[in-house]
């Protein structure tokens, strides 16, 4: 990191330092998942699986279905993918700049390849069909809608905090993300399509690729990263 300052090389450390971490739970978590025998049957992280599943099928209804089928229709990778062209514009008529674009592009893009290879490794079947109510033929784990929405969201909070930094905007679009990604998460559930660790696996691997690109981030915007570094050194000293 030869020529950065040595708030810049803080700002690269702790990101890098948070996604090595996340990446790191992320693999124990696939691991667990794998080594389980690819059903929710037992095990510490798959335990959990057939009982949250069977309280959201115990209380369906009507109005709510209609509800997740139309949240979930707007995570589905496609159709995440057109959301995030959408934003990619935007980011690039706001930053004035191609890069801030490429990196929300990407950023999505490669948790999305990466969960299909993911998906393809560990081979882990949905719940039974009797318990779906929308329909899918490719594998379980980990969920494609959750690690698109969190890759969207999480990319999207990377962007704003570049011209918004601050304790408060970070806490709040922080926030709103996590709580973006856990109704995504909770629609996948209800419909019946996913166990519960295939959700908190897609949310883990969204959040590694989104950390990497927190890293990418500081040596594409040099001058901007400065700033939003500088003011969470400033935050972490008035904390303390």
Not at 40 to 52: E, L, M, N, R, Y
Request: with cysteine; proline share 3%; glycine share 12%.
């Amino acid at each position: 990191m030869e020529g950065m300052s040595g708030i810049t090389r803080v700002a690269v450390r702790r990101r890098g330092m948070a996604a090595v971490g996340v990446i790191a739970v992320f693999v124990l978590w696939t691991g667990w998942v794998a080594a389980s025998g690819w059903v929710a049957a037992s095990g510490w992280v798959t335990g959990w699986d057939a009982g949250v599943l069977r309280w959201f099928v115990e209380h369906r209804s009507g109005g709510w279905t209609g509800v997740a089928k139309g949240i979930t229709f707007l995570g589905n990778p496609r159709h995440a993918t057109v959301i995030t062209a959408g934003v990619a514009g935007v980011v690039w008529w706001r930053f004035r700049d191609y890069r801030p674009a490429v990196l929300v592009g990407g950023t999505v893009i490669c948790a999305a390849l990466l969960g299909t290879l993911t998906k393809v490794l560990v081979g882990r079947e949905r719940p039974p069909v009797e318990t779906r109510l929308v329909m899918h033929s490719n594998m379980s784990y980990p969920s494609g809608h959750a690690t698109a929405t969190t890759a969207l969201v999480g990319v999207v909070v990377l962007m704003y905090l570049i011209s918004r930094p601050g304790r408060v905007r970070a806490t709040v679009a922080v926030g709103a993300a996590v709580g973006a990604v856990v109704v995504m998460s909770m629609t996948r559930l209800y419909l019946g399509v996913h166990w519960l660790s295939d959700v908190v696996g897609g949310a883990l691997l969204g959040t590694a690729v989104v950390l990497i690109a927190a890293v990418v981030q500081v040596f594409w915007w040099p001058r901007e990263i400065v700033e939003v570094a500088g003011e969470e050194v400033a935050d972490q000293a008035v904390g303390r």
